[in-house]
Structure formats: C-alpha cells, structure tokens
C-alpha cells in the first residue's frame, strides 16, 4: 500500500481519537468521519510501517449507526468527532474504549459498570475558549493545528456564547483592535474566554490579551451587556505575553463587575474564578461526584481530595465526612475553595496550595492517616511518586480515581496493584458528547497493608 492509492475498505473499529478503523493487507487504516459498519472508499494519505492514515472519497455503504451531521463546519473542525453516529453508538464506542485501556494497559479482566449517558447532548458546556481570526470572527481549530476555522456557532455551547462572540468580534473591528499572529508573537486579542453559571446563569467575559491592558474596554462592556443584560457578573483580562500555545496566563484583572461567577454543584455553592478548574458540563459532573461519592464510602471518614480544584469534589462530601483536606496548586483556585467553604459554612475542610505529590509527602510526614483518597488528576495521569506516597505512607482504606484519560488511570492502576490495592469497579461517564473524551470514575481498594 503506497500513498495516493485507493482502496475499498470496510470499517470494523473505531480509534481513541475517534476515527474509524479498518484493514488492508493486514495494515490498520485509520479515517476519520467514518464509523463501524461502513463502506468507504479511502485515499491513502499517509503510510506508516504497521499503519497507514486514509480519507473517505465516497461513502460505499453506511453503517445502520450513521447519522447526518447537524454542524456545518463538522468535518473541518477538532472538535466534535461523532456528529455523523447515534448516540447510542456513540457510548458503546467509549466505553469500550475505556474497556480495552483497563484490560489491555491495566491488566484487568474486568468489564465496566453501565456507562452513565448524558441527557443533553447538545449545548452542555459552562465553559469555551475561542480563537480570534486575523479578520477577528471566532472558531475552533481545525484537527490537528492552529489553523482557525470560523464559525458564527458551535452546538456544544450555549447559544449565549454565539452571540457574545458575535458581539465582540464586531467590537474588535469596530475599534480597529488588533489579532494575535502566532507566527510574529504581535497583535493584542489572543482568545475569547466565556464561562457560565449554569444554576444561577451568571456569565464571565474574559479576554486573553497579548499584553497588560485594554483600549476601549468600556466600549467591550456596553457591548456585552446589551447582549447578555444583567446575567453578565464579571468581564476581566487574562494577560498572557509568552510566545506558547498555553491558553491562559497567570494573571487576571477584573475590568468590569465582580472577579468570579457562583453556581451550585450538588447542593454547594462554588465561587469560580478565571483560572479555577470546574467541570464543562456541570449535570455530568453531579452524577460523576455522585458515583464518587458512592465509591468513597466517607461517612465519618477522614478524606484526602488531590487535585481538588475549587473544592467541588470534597465540599460535596464535607456533611458526611469527619475531614475534608483538599490539594491543589493552583493559588486562586485553592483561594476559592476556602471561599467555597465559608460561603457554605463548612468547618470540616483544610485546603492545601502545593504539587500534589509534594503535599503528599507533607502530609504523610505529619502522620496525615486518611480512610479515604481522592485523585482526580490531568490527563497525564499521577507520578509514581505520588502513588507510592498514597499507598505507602497513607495506605488508605480506599482510593477513588477520577480520570479523565483512562490509559494513565489503567496505567496507575497496574501500578497500584503492586501495591496492594485492586481495581475493583469502574464506570465511564460521558461528560463531553459529541467528542472523543470520556471520564471514568474507578474504586481501588486495599487488600494488604503497607504500613
């Protein structure tokens, strides 16, 4: 098989970046914008030694799963990749996927609990960051690049969020405000960054800039306000002058309003600032914290939530549990989870600026014993000194893993069973329809102790 060919190909798998899979000559061939049951005819596009990239030139035969597309820009945007499939397909797809990571990277013989599907499958999201064109419309970029496609909409956000994209792409021009180039780091406006309360429908502009201020910002609150009304509580800048694909900056200044929206997540309120981290959709996130909530078993219990972001995981549990001590490093985020405490009197909680694995080590020097922990880490998974730190130090009755990778979480969990502690049930959530991301949320619990 050699570039430029083409090839009748059947699609019988799907990859974990969502493209579908079928083989040739013994060669897997991966094409995005199909799915398993179709028929496809494929231009081969790239080959490699045991694999080879292909694109779909005409649809042979569908697949019964296959759907038509409700997004214009669909197959030229990174975004969503199973736009073109049912729903239901589409959970099948990830929690399969979950499955063979936990069996194929982990080593466990263990199915999945039944995925917890999402009611809403379209505009879900509390939080979007868009890019700015140099012609200053908004869009997301393309598969694979910073290459900008424009859109006036996007179906996974609140419609909202369109028109105050809108809006302020026509006060950039209108003000003549220049647009970040990433190739010659010049030109102010880097990205439109919009949060939403979904429970109280508060909204925060915020506007990554390419240096310290903002012309004209009266002119962008005027603006944004005769869009959203009253629902606008905080318009900020995000100051980002370094030349790296890293969105936000360490800086905000509030131009306009308060410096954080609240909304209520299972029954706590929770303060957000710009830089906290709190879940994009927030219905999915209360049955992931419940599933949490049932796999930790706190009632009474001393618990140690890592990468606690604003709290939201621990505050959740802090009625039922005897402590509550959360880790975070990132400072306004702990900052609003001491708030989110006070502002829900809850006395029970300690919250820790500090790595996680750091602040393990702290903690187990102080004699920190918890029944009970709670990781919910980046996608890069935990170090391994961080599970060494939490099996041998802390050797907790149970430990809950909320992933939102489950190859580091099949990789974490192989380690930790060399530890003592054995993934005993674990249940994929779709926090994100429409995308190739899945979380899961996984109970390992003790079975020898190493202290």
């Known amino acids: 098989m050699n570039k430029n060919d083409e090839i ?56 019964m799963d296959r759907k038509s597309p409700d997004c214009d820009v669909f197959a030229q945007c990174g975004g969503c990749v199973y736009r073109h499939i049912n729903y ?17 990277i982990g080593g466990y013989d263990l199915s999945p609990q039944p995925i ?23 869009g997301f970029y393309a598969v694979h690049s910073h290459r900008i496609i424009e859109s006036d909409k996007c179906l996974l956000q609140p419609e909202i969020f369109d028109k105050l994209c809108a809006t ?59 869009v959203a009304g009253d629902k606008i509580k905080s318009i900020q800048i995000n100051i980002n002058k370094k030349d790296t694909n890293v969105i936000l900056g360490d800086k905000c200044k509030t131009l306009w309003g308060s410096d954080f929206i609240t909304d209520i997540l299972c029954d706590v309120k929770i303060r957000i600032s710009p830089l906290s981290f709190y879940q994009v959709n927030r219905d ?106 939490i099996a041998s130090d802390f050797s907790p009755e149970r430990l809950v893993y909320v992933s939102c990778d489950s190859a580091t979480l099949a990789r974490d969990s192989a380690i930790l069973r060399d530890y003592g502690y054995i993934l005993t049930e674990y249940t994929p959530v779709d926090m994100f329809p429409s995308t190739a991301h899945i979380e899961t949320v996984a109970l390992l619990v003790r079975t020898v102790s190493t202290i």
């Open 8 to 63: 009748i190909l059947k699609i019988d798998g799907t990859s974990s970046d969502g493209y579908g899979v079928g083989r040739h000559e013994g060669m897997a061939v991966f094409v995005p914008l199909t799915t398993e049951g179709d028929t496809v005819r494929t231009k081969i596009l790239k080959v490699k030694k045991s694999f080879a990239y292909g694109k779909m030139t005409e649809l042979i035969e569908p697949s």
């Open 88 to 104: 239901q397909k589409e959970c099948e797809i990830k929690s399969k996927k979950v499955e063979n990571n936990i069996c194929r």
């Open 116 to 138: 917890i599907s999402a009611e809403r499958i379209c505009r879900y999201r509390n939080k979007a960051q868009f890019p700015v064109s140099a012609s200053g419309n908004t």
């Open 168 to 226: 302020i792409g026509d006060w950039i021009k209108t003000y003549n405000i220049s647009v970040y180039d990433e190739n010659n780091h010049k030109g102010l406006i880097r990205h439109i960054y919009l949060r939403i309360a979904e429970k109280t429908q508060e909204i925060m502009v915020v506007i990554i800039i390419n240096g310290d201020s903002l012309n004209y910002s009266k002119e962008l609150v005027d603006a944004c306000i005769s």
């Open 284 to 389: 999915m996130a209360e049955k992931l914290y419940q599933k949490a909530a049932e796999y930790a078993e706190c009632d009474n219990k001393t618990v140690l939530d890592l990468y606690c972001g604003a709290g939201t995981i621990g505050l959740g549990l802090a009625k039922r549990a005897k402590k509550i001590i959360g880790v975070e490093i990132i400072p306004d985020a702990i900052e609003d989870a001491k708030i989110n405490a006070a502002n829900n009197g809850i006395e029970n909680a300690e919250f820790i600026c500090m790595d996680a694995a750091a602040a393990a080590k702290e903690l187990a020097a102080r004699k920190l014993r918890p029944d009970v922990v709670i990781v919910d880490p980046p996608r890069k998974g935990c170090s391994s000194d961080l599970l060494s730190t």
